[in-house]
C-alpha cells in the first residue's frame, strides 16, 4: 500500500533527512541508510497490508539518532521521529508513534523482538548481510572510533565482532522468512569459520577504510 503523496514524503526525505547521514561514520552513511529504504520496499511487497511509505519513513530515519552517539542511537532515532513536525502534514499521531516505535526496535542487539510488523520489517531491512558489506563497516568503524589500532588490533576487534553478532549463538536475529538473509548469514557464518579467508578479505580491504 502507498500513500497518494508519496513521491512528495520521498523528495522530502531525499532532502531533508538522508543528508544528515553524511555526518555519520562510513558504515553509516547515505549508502546504507539507501540500502535499507531500498530492501525495506522489497520486503514490503510481501505484506500488502504495510503501508509502504511508512516503512520507508522509519528506514529513512532509523539511524539519525547517531546525532547524539551511538550508544542510544536507536530511541534517540524514535524520539527524533517524534518530534519531527514536519511529519505531521501527512502522518498522524499514531502513525508517527508506529514508525517511531519501528526505528527504536531495529537495532540487532536489541534485547526484545520488535513490536510490530513494521518493526520487523525494518530490523529486517537493516541486516544487510553480505560478506564484504559487513567486514568492511566493521573495519571502518573501527577506524573511526579507534584511530590509534594497529592493524593486529583492528583484526582482533574484527574477530571479536563477527563472532559476537553473526557467528553461531550471536545476537543477530531474523525476523521476515521472505527475506534472502537467512542464505547470506549461512554464507557469512562459513566465512567466519574460515579465519585465513576472513583475513585475507580484512588484508583486502585495509587500504578502503
Given at each position: 500500500m502507498k500513500r497518494s503523496f508519496h513521491a512528495h514524503i520521498l523528495t522530502f526525505l531525499e532532502t531533508e533527512i538522508v543528508p544528515r547521514y553524511d555526518r555519520f561514520d562510513a558504515g553509516?552513511?547515505?549508502?546504507?541508510?539507501?540500502?535499507?529504504?531500498?530492501?525495506?520496499?522489497k520486503l514490503a511487497q510481501f505484506y500488502p497490508d504495510v503501508d509502504e511509505t511508512m516503512l520507508l519513513v522509519a528506514a529513512a530515519y532509523h539511524d539519525v539518532g547517531?546525532?547524539?552517539?551511538?550508544?542510544?542511537?536507536?530511541?534517540?532515532?524514535?524520539?527524533?521521529?517524534?518530534?519531527?513536525l514536519r511529519l505531521r502534514q501527512w502522518f498522524s499521531e499514531a502513525e508517527i508513534h508506529l514508525m517511531a516505535d519501528a526505528a527504536e526496535d531495529h537495532r540487532a542487539s536489541a534485547k526484545r523482538e520488535p513490536r510490530t510488523i513494521y518493526g520487523r520489517l525494518l530490523a529486517e531491512a537493516d541486516r544487510q548481510i553480505d560478506p564484504r558489506t559487513v567486514v568492511l563497516r566493521a573495519m571502518q568503524y573501527t577506524r573511526t572510533h579507534f584511530p590509534d589500532y594497529t592493524e593486529e588490533q583492528q583484526w582482533q576487534r574484527l574477530l571479536e565482532h563477527m563472532?559476537?553478532?553473526?557467528?553461531?549463538?550471536?545476537?543477530?536475529?531474523?525476523?521476515?522468512?521472505?527475506?534472502?538473509?537467512?542464505?547470506?548469514?549461512?554464507?557469512?557464518?562459513?566465512?567466519?569459520?574460515d579465519t585465513s579467508r576472513l583475513r585475507s578479505l580484512f588484508n583486502s580491504l585495509l587500504p578502503h577504510i
Open positions: 553509516h552513511g547515505r549508502d546504507h541508510v539507501h540500502a535499507v529504504m531500498h530492501s525495506a520496499e547517531l546525532e547524539r552517539g551511538r550508544e542510544h542511537h536507536h530511541s534517540d532515532s524514535a524520539a527524533i521521529m517524534r518530534a519531527d563472532q559476537n553478532k553473526y557467528a553461531e549463538g550471536g545476537y543477530l536475529r531474523l525476523w521476515i522468512p521472505e527475506s534472502d538473509n537467512a542464505t547470506r548469514l549461512a554464507n557469512l557464518r562459513a566465512l567466519i569459520a
